[in-house]
């Protein structure tokens, strides 16, 4: 199993927690950015930098992705991705988006695009807080735990 991240917008909590599950479970985390990032040395953290562009990085995980393969990413249109490849998908507050929930989350984003298009002032999302934080590291080992009671790594 190897974990993807969407890492041009993803929370540096969220970063610093990968890292170190990598170490310690001895998993490939690989960040996907059309910038350059400085990631930890270590034999399982890499970075790959990919041309700028709408959605080049979203391109290239999903390219990369096999079966059984986590993507760390709030992009929706990327989840929608991973999971029709048979990848899961994990916000970075905790949530995993799913067969069940996705159609939804897509509507939903369609929807508060049309809004903004048409100038409402939608806001945006909470501040990244403690809560976020020890959601997703929850979430995280959670399915690492079941991957690898499955025999899955």
């Given amino acids: 199993m190897q974990i993807w991240v ?4 993803c929370p540096g909590a969220v970063k610093e927690i990968l890292y170190r599950v990598a170490e310690r479970r001895r998993l490939p985390v690989t960040l996907v950015a059309n910038q350059l990032m ?6 399982f953290i890499r970075a790959l930098q990919v041309p700028s562009g709408p ?3 979203d391109a290239e995980i999903v390219a990369r992705l096999a079966p059984g393969d986590l993507v760390v990413t709030g992009d ?8 029709e490849k048979g990848g899961c998908a994990l916000n970075p507050r905790g ?4 067969k069940d ?9 369609a929807f508060m ?8 002032d939608t806001g945006g ?9 020890q959601q997703f590291a929850n979430a995280l080992d959670r399915h690492l735990a079941r991957r690898l009671q499955a025999g899955n790594r």
Avoid: K
Wanted: avoid cysteine; proline fraction near 6%; charge should be negative.
């Fill in 55 to 57: 959605d080049v990085a």
């Fill in 6 to 9: 969407d890492a041009d917008a």
């Fill in 76 to 83: 929706i249109p990327l989840a929608a991705q991973v999971l």
């Fill in 95 to 98: 949530e995993f988006y799913t």
């Fill in 125 to 133: 999302p909470a501040a990244y807080g403690q809560s976020d934080r």
């Fill in 38 to 43: 400085r990631v930890p040395g270590s034999r």
């Fill in 101 to 109: 929930n996705i159609a939804q989350q897509l509507t939903m984003r």
């Fill in 113 to 120: 695009q049309e809004l903004r298009d048409s100038g409402v």
